[in-house]
């Protein structure tokens, strides 16, 4: 049975961005379809993939990958000053910084309301979950919509690899 899970896995993979790309579907990026169909093959709807030794090897490699990819994917020089020059207000940098700030402190409300309403006693905990980011869509997203390159690209990179 471990065998078939992961062959049924690795077909998915596979097959997801052909349909995709065969139907001419944009609307959604390739990765959000891959998420869907692993809750579809999963234990959550029809348990027809079950975890195995081997599958959680290969995601273990996947998010080890997908931090080294994201990595190089990052524009070093954003960081850099220029002797003589201001730092522009709208540097990627700047502007992923203020993001992610945002996106810490409405976590943190978010975290209040919940645990006001009992329904999650840790604060910290909560504010930590929804300020995650999912970095493998962001980059999977902005490389297939070809705007890993710009500078909101960057931003959004950025903003993704602080979250």
Known sequence: MQQLSLLIVMLAALIIPIIMARFKVSSIPTAIAEIITGIILGKSFLNIVNPNWTLN???SMGVIMLMFLSGMEINFDLFRKTP???????S???MASQAFGLIVISSFVIALIISRLHLFSDILLATIIFSTVALGVVIATLKEKDILQKPVGQ?????AVLG
Not at 84 to 90: A, E, I, P, Q, V
């Open 57 to 59: 090897m290969m995601s």
């Open 92 to 94: 990627p940098v700047i």
């Open 84 to 90: 003589g020059k201001k730092r522009d207000s709208k």
């Open 155 to 159: 931003t959004l990179l950025l903003t």
